[in-house]
C-alpha cells in the first residue's frame, strides 16, 4: 500500500520524481533538503542534516533517503540526526546507498546481496557506515543502485563524442533513473521487503562493450583504449530486483541508451 504521509530526505532527481508519483497517488509528501523549495506550493523543509535539527520533523507513515555521502561521517550522522528529530518511528525508511560499498571486490564472480560489504576507500566507507546506522536506528531497507543513468546522465555519451579513452576491459553495472524510481515506490509499498536490494539491470557488461554500441549509434569512432585501471570492476547479481519490481522498463543499457540517443 502506498503510505499517505511521506519525507523525502535529499531532494535531487530520483527524490523528486518519487515525490511527483506518491502525490499522484495520492499521498501527501514533504521535501527535506538545505536548501530552500523550488516548488513552493508542496511542503519542504530546509535543513542541513550534518547537525541537530532546531524543530521535529512531521509525523510520516514513511521515509525515503536519497543522501550523497559528503565530508567525515555525514551519512551516519544524517541517520542519526533524523532519527533524533521524527516523532516517531516511521513504518518504513527505504536508505538509497551504492552498489560502490563493493568496490574491494573483484571480477570472478557475480555480487549478490548475501555478500558483505568491502570498501576500499573513505566514500565507500561513509555509504557502509550509513547504512548500518540507518538499519539500526530507523530499520531501514537499503537500496544500492549501481551506476544510474537516463535522459540529463549523459557524460558516458558526451565522452564518447569526444573521443576521451577509457578501460574497455572494466566491468560496470548500471540502471535506468526510472527503474530506481519504481524500485524504490515497490519498497515502499511491500508488506515484507528485503533487508537490501541491489540496483542493477540485467546485463553487466564490460565498459567497451557500451562505448562501441554508443559510438556506432552517434556514428563516431570507438573511443581509444585508456590505460587499465587499479580496479577492474564487479559483476553484480540483480534477480532480487526483479523480484520486487518484476520486468524493467530498461533491462540492458542498449534499451536506456537507445531511447535517449533516440530522442537527441
Known amino acids: 500500500m ?37 516548488e513552493p506550493d508542496h511542503h519542504h523543509i530546509a535543513a542541513d542534516l550534518s547537525r541537530p535539527l532546531e524543530r521535529p520533523l512531521p509525523a510520516v507513515d514513511a521515509v525515503v533517503v536519497t543522501l550523497p555521502p559528503g565530508d567525515d561521517d555525514f551519512l551516519a550522522m544524517a541517520a542519526s540526526h533524523l532519527a533524533a528529530a521524527l516523532p516517531a518511528a ?18 570472478d564472480r557475480p555480487l549478490t546481496e548475501t555478500d558483505e560489504p568491502r570498501p576500499a576507500g573513505p566514500r565507500a566507507q561513509q555509504l557502509v557506515d550509513g547504512e548500518v546506522r540507518a538499519v539500526d536506528l530507523l ?20 565522452q564518447v563524442q569526444g573521443g576521451v579513452p577509457v578501460d574497455h576491459e572494466r566491468r560496470t553495472n548500471r540502471i535506468h533513473e526510472t527503474d530506481v524510481v519504481r524500485t524504490i515506490l515497490a519498497l515502499l509499498a511491500a508488506d515484507t521487503p528485503p533487508r537490501v536490494v ?17 559510438a556506432g549509434r552517434l ?5 581509444p583504449r585508456g590505460a587499465p585501471g587499479d580496479r577492474r570492476g564487479t559483476v553484480l547479481d540483480g534477480a532480487l530486483l526483479r523480484s520486487v519490481v518484476g520486468p ?12 535517449m540517443l533516440a530522442e537527441r
Open 2 to 38: 502506498t503510505p499517505s504521509r511521506t519525507l523525502i530526505v535529499g531532494s535531487g532527481r530520483i527524490g523528486s520524481r518519487v515525490a511527483a508519483a506518491l502525490r499522484d497517488a495520492g499521498g501527501e509528501v514533504w521535501t527535506l533538503r538545505r536548501s530552500a523549495a523550488s
Open 90 to 107: 516511521p513504518g518504513r525508511t527505504v536508505w538509497v546507498s551504492s552498489t560502490r560499498v563493493f568496490e574491494g571486490y573483484g571480477d
Open 139 to 158: 530499520d531501514a531497507v537499503i537500496l544500492r543502485p549501481a551506476g544510474i543513468y537516463g535522459p540529463g546522465r549523459d557524460r558516458l555519451i558526451r
Open 198 to 214: 541491489h540496483g542493477t539491470d540485467e546485463r553487466p557488461a564490460t565498459l567497451g562493450e557500451v562505448v562501441t554500441f554508443l
Open 219 to 223: 556514428g563516431v569512432p570507438v573511443p
Open 248 to 259: 524493467l522498463a530498461y533491462p540492458t543499457f542498449e534499451d536506456g541508451y537507445g531511447e
